[in-house]
T-cell receptor, first 114, second 115 residues
Framework: QQQVKQSPQSLIVQKGGISIINCAYENTAFDYFPWYQQFPGKGPALLIA?????SEKKEGRFTISFNKSAKQFSLHIMDSQPGDSATYFCAASPGTGTASKLTFGTGTRLQVTL | DSGVTQTPKHLITATGQRVTLRCSPRSGDLSVYWYQQSLDQGLQFLIQYYNGEERAKGNILERFSAQQFPDLHSELNLSSLELGDSALYFC??????????????FGPGTRLLVL
């Protein structure tokens, strides 16, 4: 019930291409869906987040698409750059209640080649 | 730089020992979260404190405990360490606990190696 499933596990994209990472969740109480970017040796850093009242959110080259009925959301990285090479985690947390603990996906290791 | 600090950065110890990991949240943040990141388990939520009180517990072992002090810094205590406790331990902070959907800011982590 608490799982967030993420795919693919790894992804190789050419510079300038589009990187797409997908996540699916089961718990309908989830109400906040952030994506985190993590570089080796660093802590996860928030990239972009969405709530289910919108189907898409765009910030620069990063876009989240959200499908509430399918309980799926995805991250699109347009014009991928070598500097985007990192591990990406989707996550989810409840929108109500007294705790905002994040349930993370298993991560996608993205490599952007020249 | 997220504004969350964690010490030490690296920790090497032996099985059966006890260690303390320290976290200072961002200025003004009242909530502190602890996460464990390992290769086989990914990022797992351990425990959350809000303004000194425990608010949520995840997959935290009984050998592990945490607390948040009046100055809002937090400590995670790991005892009777086992090889499988080797992992990265992250602290995160956010301004408040309820209402959900808050951005959590992660620290740089403490890498624990149990030999």
């Amino acid at each position: 019930q608490q799982q967030v499933k993420q795919s693919p596990q790894s992804l190789i994209v050419q510079k300038g291409g589009i990187s797409i990472i997908n996540c699916a969740y089961e718990n309908t109480a989830f109400d906040y869906f952030p994506w985190y970017q993590q570089f080796p040796g660093k802590g996860p850093a928030l990239l972009i987040a969405i709530r289910p009242d919108v189907s898409e959110k765009k910030e620069g080259r990063f876009t989240i698409s959200f499908n509430k009925s399918a309980k799926q959301f995805s991250l699109h990285i347009m014009d991928s750059q070598p500097g985007d090479s990192a591990t990406y985690f989707c996550a989810a947390s409840p929108g109500t209640g007294t705790a905002s603990k994040l349930t993370f996906g298993t991560g996608t290791r993205l490599q952007v080649t020249l | 730089d997220s504004g969350v600090t964690q010490t030490p950065k690296h920790l090497i110890t032996a099985t059966g020992q006890r260690v303390t990991l320290r976290c200072s949240p961002r200025s003004g943040d009242l909530s502190v979260y602890w996460y464990q990141q390992s290769l086989d388990q990914g990022l797992q939520f351990l425990i959350q404190y809000y303004n000194g009180e425990e608010r949520a517990k995840g997959n935290i072992l009984e050998r592990f405990s945490a607390q948040q002090f009046p100055d809002l810094h937090s400590e995670l205590n790991l005892s009777s360490l086992e090889l499988g406790d080797s992992a990265l331990y992250f602290c995160a902070s956010s301004p408040r606990t309820s209402g959900g959907g808050e951005t959590q800011y992660f620290g740089p982590g403490t890498r624990l190696l149990v030999l």
